[in-house]
């Protein structure tokens, strides 16, 4: 089964034909997903569409872009969410030093304090991180993200050959970093999820990363309707596509398409513990 572990169908610039060709593409192939939240009134959405549909999980949280309309009531807020049925994680929450759409100090204190949230309710946390590869890391460490004790709280995952490692149960969504920086964050305990830009023909870092990370911690995800792989590049995402994405990570690392459905499905229930 594949499982879109990072999407949004909680987009509000989704119109309703777009927004039903949405769900029709997960129920037509019979997939799952995790709707991510990105501010308050989609982390809201996202649980009203869990509350819906069987094939659907929620995380909430606010995103670096919105951190400057961030304050501690809409924080107590997404806390009362987190701790509804089938909100799964804290997310996408991180730093986004590209667009710059929120200042830099802001950004830092939310994703602080969002940091401090998930561990409060032991929870997974999905980052969001672009231009920001040191300072995410660097805050993540400081905030206890990757902490022996954060550690305790989750089962042990299967890595190569079996043998059973630690999982802080960080995911590192749509990463395009280097392939020693996402060592580092195996090493830490903490998931890669490769996105649509996989497929990109010029994508080398990314398919670098994905080749040297070991099956056992990747997803897949798709963050429709945006990142659309190829063949559709250009045209609006859809969960489907992320199949699109599971056959690169297949030709990437020499497997059956189907194995890596298979496990990144495994790998996706696992981290946000369903």
Same mark, same amino acid.
């Given at each position: 089964?594949?499982?879109?572990?990072?999407?949004?169908?909680?987009?509000?610039?989704?119109?309703?034909?777009?927004?039903?060709?949405?769900?029709?593409?997960?129920?037509?192939?019979?997939?799952?997903?995790?709707?991510?939240?990105?501010?308050?009134?989609?982390?809201?959405?996202?649980?009203?569409?869990?509350?819906?549909?069987?094939?659907?999980?929620?995380?909430?949280?606010?995103?670096?872009?919105?951190?400057?309309?961030?304050?501690?009531?809409?924080?107590?807020?997404?806390?009362?969410?987190?701790?509804?049925?089938?909100?799964?994680?804290?997310?996408?929450?991180?730093?986004?030093?590209?667009?710059?759409?929120?200042?830099?100090?802001?950004?830092?204190?939310?994703?602080?304090?969002?940091?401090?949230?998930?561990?409060?309710? +032991?929870?997974?946390?999905?980052?969001? $991180?672009?231009? &920001?590869?040191? #300072?995410?890391?660097?805050? %993540?460490? =400081?905030?206890? /993200?990757?902490?022996?004790?954060?550690?305790?709280?989750?089962?042990?995952?299967?890595?190569?050959?079996?043998?059973?490692?630690?999982?802080?149960?960080?995911?590192?969504?749509?990463?395009?970093?280097?392939?020693?920086?996402?060592?580092?964050?195996?090493?830490?305990?903490?998931?890669?999820?490769?996105?649509?830009?996989?497929?990109? +023909?010029?994508?080398?870092?990314?398919? $670098?990363?994905? &080749?040297?990370? #070991?099956?056992?911690?990747? %997803?897949? =995800?798709?963050? /429709?309707?945006?990142?659309?792989?190829?063949?559709?590049?250009?045209?609006?995402?859809?969960?489907?596509?992320?199949?699109?994405?599971?056959?690169?990570?297949?030709?990437?690392?020499?497997?059956?398409?189907?194995?890596?459905?298979?496990?990144?499905?495994?790998?996706?229930?696992?981290?946000?513990?369903?």
């Amino acid at each position: 089964m594949l499982f879109d572990a990072h999407t949004h169908l909680n987009e509000t610039s989704l119109k309703p034909a777009e927004k039903e060709k949405f769900i029709r593409s997960i129920e037509d192939e019979g997939m799952m997903i995790c709707d991510i939240g990105f501010d308050l009134e989609s982390s809201m959405n996202a649980c009203s569409h869990a509350n819906m549909y069987d094939w659907c999980y929620a995380a909430v949280g606010s995103h670096p872009h919105d951190a400057d309309n961030m304050d501690d009531m809409q924080l107590e807020l997404i806390k009362g969410l987190a701790r509804r049925e089938k909100v799964v994680a804290i997310g996408e929450i991180g730093l986004d030093f590209f667009k710059n759409y929120s200042e830099r100090d802001n950004q830092e204190y939310w994703f602080r304090k969002q940091i401090r949230l998930a561990n409060e309710l +032991k929870m997974p946390i999905a980052i969001h $991180e672009r231009d &920001a590869v040191q #300072p995410v890391m660097q805050i %993540l460490k =400081e905030e206890g /993200a990757f902490s022996d004790e954060r550690k305790s709280w989750f089962p042990k995952r299967p890595g190569p050959g079996g043998k059973m490692t630690d999982d802080a149960r960080v995911v590192i969504h749509c990463f395009s970093a280097s392939k020693e920086i996402a060592l580092q964050y195996v090493a830490m305990g903490a998931t890669i999820s490769v996105a649509g830009p996989i497929t990109y +023909k010029n994508n080398r870092k990314t398919k $670098e990363a994905c &080749a040297a990370v #070991p099956i056992e911690y990747l %997803l897949i =995800e798709t963050d /429709a309707p945006y990142l659309t792989p190829e063949p559709h590049r250009g045209k609006r995402n859809v969960p489907a596509f992320v199949k699109y994405t599971a056959q690169e990570v297949a030709d990437i690392k020499g497997m059956e398409y189907e194995d890596v459905v298979r496990i990144t499905c495994e790998n996706a229930r696992r981290f946000y513990g369903i």
